[in-house]
């Protein structure tokens, strides 16, 4: 029927979509201007816990230009959405103002509104607000955690056979506090029209958004729309919906006026998540080979007061490994912290951060290469899953390339043995792991009588290069070039698209626009056989083909034949299309009895130097087993960044609040320290690229976060060889390096 041609897919493509940014004609959420629009500015609590005594707006409101200021006395009904609804997820359980209860720094109080943002900003200063405050909870140390401990993985009995195992490991590992940095802030431009309200947002899932914020509002859902044309990234933060989106709306509503709400950085390190602080106890028994005979993880991760956010640590811990006894337990510890949100690899990375790093001090106890050890205890079924196939599990390859990509056999393991040009050198590695899914998706793709093939998703490219890989797929399915292709994303009015969330859009929307594609090319030949004057007229649909954007006879070339666009001007028709859907994951058969997951395997060369105490991570080999590579330039662009921010959790990313406060004392760009371009290594990275047959067609499975997971444990395991220094609480600092008593000779 459709002829395909291979080359677009797995080519490395620019983006699509980089001219129009780097032009700057692409719209963000805060690039939306409209007449008569006023701006709002928030004002966050100052106390960590308490209670609002009196709230004094009389002088805001007397500056020039305010119209308006809400805070919980004011701002009108707002709603909660419906627990447990995974349709309509929301990252705060309590709304906006919804009392006048303060349970974390910086949570809304208020929100002003006036003409200019100079004047709204001006304004939010003048607010006063009086506080009864109460003792705020900020402990650091996690061991208070109140509730049942919830066991997440078992099999066997691991407690006594960590007992009787020749060789224990037993140590706690703690990940602290970090914040979601995007370049983009977080901003919503609300504007209603009547009892409709369009909401120009940053949002990692239109859909999710708009289902949401109809709840909150408490209007029907077809009254709200969402439209997210370009993200400058999100890493989490931009999943679900936060409060200013409804301050900003209710604002708009009650002003009748466009409402621009932007957040600044200060407040993005209070009101819009962050990957909570974890602890995690790891229990490991093996034999004197190396061989795991017990596994327990326990983990405790931070929340807010009210909202029970799991990290789930335990992700990738019950089928990494095969062993036969394993538990996995977690639970959450209440603090006066505002809402944690998932962060690029939630639960796996700082989980697998601390397994790994358990399993590279294991090796060192055994005397065993810490790549052995992970070669001789590979899992061949899902061992947490009643034993079922793994769709396409290459871990153990992904050690083996990578290893030799890396040099490791070079390697020789006592402390500070290996030097190069005056440093001493520290090598680590260890292993990555993330979940793969398809996400329901509906996508409709349509020829168009000016020549050009439009395809339209409800799902949102957060900077990945999503509108890249729509333009790929529909090209290879049509052979119509990518500058006849136009690809729209980013509004709920759109058919349901995923979210950008999970790693999940490449794998979740390729099925739906080659579906969309063969409907559409379906309707075209049937089209040919039904208009008079076409040369296929009365023809069997089945005796017409079609090729590289061609209607032709079965049995004639397609040099013979017409344009799409020629046979839609003759049956006047200013275009054609078809709806293609993808169907999730778990109602596939042929993926619902596989356990699907992504593998890699992270290098680390550090180069240290004692006389100044400068350790830099200079070199990271990573292999990533991800299923087919769909465009292997913006995947390995993920992965890059994704080691990028490997070295920041390794070495520098913590958000440090005030113990008094809850500030975080840190929450700028200049004090919050990330990875930036000094600190860059070399990074090689190389894909597998085996098609993964549970995906569906093209059996790709996404790759915006595997490449952070691994890299920190695999830092800490170099920074022990080339320091001596075994690191258990993230970042490594100073602090520790000057333990170090390895020194030049
Ligand atoms: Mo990702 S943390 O699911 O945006």
């Known amino acids: 029927m459709s002829t395909t041609s291979d080359s677009i897919l797995g080519a490395a493509t620019p983006r699509i979509d980089g001219p129009s940014k780097t032009s700057g004609i692409a719209q963000y959420a805060a690039d939306f201007h409209f007449d008569n629009m006023a701006h709002a500015v928030p004002v966050g609590a100052t106390i960590a816990s308490g209670r609002i005594r009196r709230l004094d707006t009389s002088a805001a409101e007397q500056l020039p230009g305010v119209l308006l200021v809400l805070h919980h006395a004011n701002i009108g009904p707002l ?29 809304h109080v208020a929100v002003v509104i006036a003409e200019t943002l100079e004047q709204a900003t001006a304004a939010a200063a003048a607010v006063k607000v009086d506080y009864e405050p109460e003792a705020a909870n900020l402990r650091t140390g996690l061991d208070d955690y109140t509730g049942a401990r919830k066991s997440v993985s078992k099999r066997g009995d691991p407690d006594a056979a960590f007992a009787s195992a020749p060789v224990k490991l037993d140590q706690t590992y703690i990940t602290p506090s970090e914040t979601h940095n995007p370049i983009e802030l977080h901003a919503s431009v609300a504007a209603w029209d009547g009892d409709r309200v369009t909401l120009y947002e940053t949002s990692q899932g239109v859909v999710n958004h708009r289902l949401v914020m109809a709840q909150v509002l408490g209007l029907p859902v077809e009254n709200v729309r969402v439209v997210t044309r370009f993200l400058g990234s999100g890493f989490g933060g931009k999943l679900f919906p936060w409060p200013h989106t409804a301050m900003a709306a209710v604002a708009a509503r009650k002003l009748n006026r466009p409402v621009k709400l932007s957040l600044n950085r200060r407040m993005m390190f209070s009101t819009v998540g962050y990957r909570p602080r974890t602890e995690q106890r790891i229990k490991l028994g093996a034999t004197k080979e190396g061989k795991l005979l017990a596994l327990r993880h326990d983990y ?18 019950p089928y990494l490994y095969s062993v036969a006894n394993l538990e996995v337990t977690g639970a959450v510890v209440h603090r006066n912290v505002g809402a944690p949100m ?6 796996a990375v700082p989980g697998l951060y601390a397994l790994e790093a ?13 790549l052995q050890l992970r070669l001789m205890n590979d899992a061949d079924k899902d ?26 056999e070079k390697r020789t393991p006592a402390i500070g043995s290996m030097r190069r ?22 996508a409709s793709v349509e020829f168009c009588a000016n020549s050009r093939l439009c395809v339209r998703c409800g799902t949102q490219d957060i900077g990945t290069g999503t509108y890249t890989v729509f333009a790929q797929v529909l090209s290879h399915k049509t052979g119509i070039p990518l500058d006849r292709i136009d690809v729209i994303l980013g509004d709920s009015a759109l058919p349901d698209g995923p979210m950008s969330g999970g790693s999940m859009v490449t794998g979740s929307v390729l099925n739906a626009i080659a579906a969309g594609a063969d409907g559409a090319i379906q309707k075209l030949q049937k089209l040919a056989a039904a208009t008079d004057g076409s040369p ?30 020629d046979l839609l001007k003759m049956a006047r028709l200013n275009g054609i299309s078809a709806e293609g859907k993808t169907q999730p994951t778990w109602e596939d058969p042929k993926a619902k009895g596989v356990s699907l997951h992504s593998y890699g395997a992270q290098f680390v060369e550090v180069e240290w130097e004692p006389e100044i105490a400068r350790l830099r991570v200079s070199r990271v080999v ?23 921010m490997g070295v920041g959790m390794g070495l520098l990313e913590e958000t440090i609040r005030d113990m008094r406060t809850g500030q975080p004392i840190n929450g700028s760009m200049a004090d919050y320290l990330m990875a930036t371009c000094a600190d860059l290594p070399d990074i090689d990275v190389t894909f597998l690229d085996y098609p993964d047959p549970a995906m569906g067609e093209f059996g790709a499975r996404g790759v915006g976060e595997i490449g952070l997971a691994g890299v920190a444990p695999a830092i800490t395991a170099a920074v022990y060889h080339a320091t001596g220094v075994r690191v258990r609480e993230l970042p490594v600092r100073i602090e520790h390096l000057l333990q170090s008593k390895v020194v030049e000779v």
């Open 342 to 347: 998932w962060m690029r690899g939630p639960g």
């Open 383 to 408: 061992e947490a899953n009643n034993n079922i196939p793994f769709s396409s599990r290459h871990f153990k390859e992904c050690f083996q390339v990578g290893a030799k990509k890396f040099g490791w």
């Open 300 to 317: 405790l991760n931070v929340t807010s007061q009210l909202d029970d956010f799991n990290e789930g640590c335990g992700e990738a811990t």
């Open 79 to 107: 709603y909660r959405t419906v627990p447990g609804d995974d349709n309509a997820t929301n990252s705060e359980v309590r709304s906006a103002f919804e009392d006048d209860v303060i349970r974390h720094w910086g949570q």
């Open 536 to 565: 296929y007229f009365n023809a069997k649909v089945e005796d017409v083909s079609f090729t590289q954007g061609r209607i032709h006879g079965k049995n004639q070339s397609p040099e013979n034949g017409m344009q799409f666009a």
């Open 622 to 644: 990573t292999v990533i087993d991800a299923g087919r590579i769909i465009n292997p330039k913006a995947a390995a662009n993920q992965i890059e960044g994704a080691v990028v």
């Open 421 to 442: 040009d005056g440093k001493i050198l520290g090598w680590g590695l260890a292993g990555a792991s993330w979940v793969a899914l398809r996400l329901p998706c509906t």
């Open 358 to 370: 358990g399993m590279n001090e294991l090796a060192e106890q055994l005397s065993i290469d810490p």
